[in-house]
C-alpha cells in the first residue's frame, strides 16, 4: 500500500508549458516536503509546507499544502530545461520513527 | 542548509567482495541518519535507520547481515554491503536530519556496481 500517491510517474513537456504534480493520500501529515533529484546526485531540498492551506512560491514553482494537511501540489509556471528531473514529495508523520514516507516521483522531461 | 557526505560516489567491486559507504554530517549532530536504495527513475526505497550508539533498525525484507550498518558517532554512519552480488548494484543514498529538525539533507549517493 501506497501511502502517498504521486502523479503523474512520467511527464515530457515542451518548454514553457506549464504542468502540475500532485501528491495525495489519506493521512494528515505534519509537514511535506518536496524535493528534486538529478541523476546520479542526491536529492535536494526545494521546500518545506507545514501549515494547511500553506502556498509557498520559488521563483516559477509554486508548492500548496491541502487544508487538510493530506495532499500537496507543485505547480511549474513555463516550464524550462533546467527544471527537468525526479521530483519527489515525502511526508512526515510525527511520531513513525521520523522516518519520511515517500511518493513514488515524477520523472519530468523539458523538451526544448 | 545543512551537509550530508557520503563517499565514495562510485565504487566499482568484485562479486563476493565487502564495500563500506560513508555518511557524513559535516556541520550537524544527527542522532538518526537513514539509509536508501534508488532504482533508476524510481523514489527513494528506505533500508534501514541507523541510530548513534545503537543498532539499526531495518525494513521488512532488508537483511541485516547483508547490509551491515554503524552508527559509531554522532556525524558518522556506515553502511557495509558484505559479500556482495550483482543484484546489489544500485544506487544508494544516506540522508541525516537535524535533531529535532523536519528537513532531510541527502549525501551524493553511491553508484555501487558488482561484477
Known amino acids: 500500500t501506497q501511502l502517498l500517491e504521486q502523479s503523474p510517474q512520467f511527464l515530457s513537456i515542451q518548454e514553457g508549458e506549464n504542468l502540475t504534480v500532485y501528491c495525495n493520500s489519506s493521512?494528515?501529515?505534519?509537514?511535506l516536503q518536496w524535493y528534486r533529484q538529478e541523476p546520479g546526485e542526491g536529492p535536494v531540498l526545494l521546500v518545506t509546507?507545514?501549515?494547511g492551506g500553506e502556498v509557498k512560491k520559488l521563483k516559477r514553482l509554486t508548492f500548496q499544502f491541502g487544508d487538510a494537511r493530506k495532499d500537496s501540489s507543485l505547480h511549474i509556471t513555463a516550464a524550462q530545461t533546467g527544471d527537468t528531473g525526479l521530483y519527489l514529495c515525502?511526508?512526515?508523520?510525527?511520531?513513525?520513527?521520523?522516518?519520511?514516507?515517500w511518493g513514488l516521483g515524477t520523472s519530468l522531461a523539458v523538451n526544448p | 542548509g545543512a551537509v550530508v557526505s557520503q563517499h565514495p560516489s562510485r565504487v566499482i567491486c568484485k562479486s563476493g567482495t565487502s564495500v563500506k559507504i560513508e555518511c557524513r554530517s559535516l556541520?550537524?549532530?544527527?542522532?538518526?541518519m537513514f539509509w536508501y536504495r534508488q532504482f533508476p527513475k524510481k523514489s527513494l526505497m528506505l533500508m534501514a535507520t541507523?541510530?548513534?550508539?545503537?543498532?539499526?533498525?531495518?525494513e521488512q525484507g532488508v537483511e541485516k547481515d547483508k547490509f551491515l550498518i554503524n552508527h559509531a558517532s554522532l556525524t558518522l554512519s556506515t553502511l557495509t554491503v558484505t559479500s556482495a552480488h550483482p543484484e546489489d548494484s544500485s544506487f544508494y543514498i544516506c540522508s541525516a536530519r537535524r535533531d529535532g529538525g523536519i528537513e532531510a539533507f541527502f549525501g551524493q549517493g553511491t553508484r555501487l556496481t558488482v561484477v
Open positions: 509546507v507545514v501549515t
Open positions: 493521512s494528515v501529515f505534519s509537514s
Open positions: 556541520d550537524f549532530q544527527a542522532t538518526t
Open positions: 541507523s541510530n548513534e550508539g545503537s543498532k539499526a533498525t531495518y
Open positions: 515525502a511526508g512526515d508523520r510525527n511520531g513513525n520513527n521520523r522516518k519520511l514516507i
